[in-house]
T-cell receptor, first 109, second 112 residues
């Protein structure tokens, strides 16, 4: 079967750091995506990890451990505009993405 | 450079009716995928079109069908609508079937 787990909700303070975890069990694995989705808007691409390790892109970093079926998204220097849902998605190839339910992040002043 | 565009933005239909949703991919993209997103859930893969053919399909009944045109735009058709089909329908395009997806803003379908 295919299963992707991430926390339902998280809260954090402006300027802080937050880590959103994602664990997965899938029949095939080519890579893992993170998307950001503001309410009523399209998901926007944040990162794509294929190999184990940390990928850093500005304030956002994503980590992957294929052996553990685990990833996390790290957001630094949080801003109010970072309040959104963060979607973890696994692909077995050819962009057939299997999404988790998403983590709703609320950033407070 | 226009991104992925979808129409209409909102739609209200009655049970049993049929609906067609439309998608124009981002410029330079030739692959279109459709996803259904229920409220509070992540998107679920419906199917993917590449070179005018359905290449992959998720766990959706035959009531869900699609088409891709020579200009790479795509349609999603849903027949015999059920209340449970109420959702946000997202179209995503990519350059080839194995590169990052770019999503449109979606069509919010409400079935009453």
């Amino acid at each position: 079967g295919q299963n992707i787990d991430q926390p339902t909700e998280m809260t954090a303070t402006e300027g802080a750091i937050v880590q959103i975890n994602c664990t997965y069990q899938t029949s095939g694995f080519n890579g893992l995506f993170w998307y950001q989705q503001h309410a009523g808007e399209a998901p926007t691409f944040l990162s794509y990890n294929v190999l184990d390790g940390l990928e850093e892109k500005g304030r956002f970093s994503s980590f992957l451990s294929r052996s553990k079926g685990y990833s996390y998204l790290l957001l630094k220097e949080l801003q109010m505009k970072d309040s959104a849902s963060y979607l973890c998605a696994v692909t077995g190839g050819y962009n057939k993405l299997i999404f988790g339910a998403g983590t709703r992040l609320a950033v407070h002043p | 450079d226009a991104g992925v565009t979808q129409s209409p933005t909102h739609l209200i239909k009655t049970r049993g009716q049929q609906v067609t949703l439309r998608c124009s991919p981002k410029s330079g993209h030739d692959t279109v995928s459709w996803y259904q997103q229920a409220l509070g859930q992540g998107p679920q893969f419906i199917f993917q079109y590449y070179e005018e053919e359905e290449r992959q399909r998720g766990n959706f009944p035959d009531r869900f069908s699609g088409h891709q045109f020579p200009n790479y735009s795509s349609e999603l058709n849903v027949n015999a609508l059920l209340l449970g089909d109420s959702a946000l329908y997202l179209c995503a395009s990519s350059q080839g079937p194995d590169s990052p997806l770019h999503f449109g803003n979606g069509t919010r379908l409400t079935v009453t």
